[in-house]
T-cell receptor, first 111, second 113 residues
Framework: QQQVKQSPQSLIVQKGGISIINCAYENTAFDYFPWYQQFPGKGPALLIAIRPDVSEKKEGRFTISFNKSAKQFSLHIMDSQPGDSATYFCAGYGATNKLIFGTGTLLAVQP | KAGVTQTPRYLIKTRGQQVTLSCSPISGHRSVSWYQQTPGQGLQFLFEYFSETQRNKGNFPGRFSGRQFSNSRSEMNVSTLELGDSALYLC????????????FGPGTRLLVL
């Protein structure tokens, strides 16, 4: 019940393309869903987050789409750039006060 | 404002030894959580500290322990190291307990030989 499933495991996108990463959760007690970006040798950095009462949130080129009934959410990176190449993690957070992370997606944006 | 700092950044230990890792949260942040990151298991929650008390613990053996000081700085300790403890140990701080926005440090890379 605690799991967050993330796909794909890896993704190759051409510069200027759209990167899409999907996550599904089981725990209906989650009330906060962040996405983290991690570069090699660095800790995860908060990218964007959404609450389940909102279906979409956009910040610059990054958009989260949220489907509460399906218990799914996704990250869209528009106009993907080589600098976006990193590992992306989705997560869920709720009453347990701990982040439950997805397995991560390694994104490579080719120039 | 300075971010979360962790020391040391790299450590090499041998099996059976113990290790202590340190974390200084963002100034004003009172809650500190620790996570273990490995290629096989991903990011897993270790424990959370708030007001010098462990509030939450993940599914790790008792060899993993921690503490928090009155200035919110935290340490974690791993005793009797095993090869499988090799990982990146991440500390995250948040403003208060129940504040879901967590900011991560760069991590401590531990290699157990």
């Amino acid at each position: 019940q605690q799991q967050v499933k993330q796909s794909p495991q890896s993704l190759i996108v051409q510069k200027g393309g759209i990167s899409i990463i999907n996550c599904a959760y089981e725990n209906t007690a989650f009330d906060y869903f962040p996405w983290y970006q991690q570069f090699p040798g660095k800790g995860p950095a908060l990218l964007i987050a959404i609450r389940p009462d909102v279906s979409e949130k956009k910040e610059g080129r990054f958009t989260i789409s949220f489907n509460k009934s399906a218990k799914q959410f996704s990250l869209h990176i528009m106009d993907s750039q080589p600098g976006d190449s990193a590992t992306y993690f989705c997560a869920g957070y709720g009453a347990t006060n701990k982040l439950i992370f997805g397995t991560g997606t390694l994104l490579a944006v080719q120039p | 404002k300075a971010g979360v700092t962790q020391t040391p950044r790299y450590l090499i230990k041998t099996r059976g030894q113990q290790v202590t890792l340190s974390c200084s949260p963002i100034s004003g942040h009172r809650s500190v959580s620790w996570y273990q990151q490995t290629p096989g298991q991903g990011l897993q929650f270790l424990f959370e500290y708030f007001s010098e008390t462990q509030r939450n613990k993940g599914n790790f053996p008792g060899r993993f322990s921690g503490r928090q000081f009155s200035n919110s700085r935290s340490e974690m300790n791993v005793s009797t190291l095993e090869l499988g403890d090799s990982a990146l140990y991440l500390c995250a701080s948040s403003l208060n307990r129940g504040f879901e926005t967590q900011y991560f440090g760069p991590g401590t890379r531990l290699l157990v030989l």
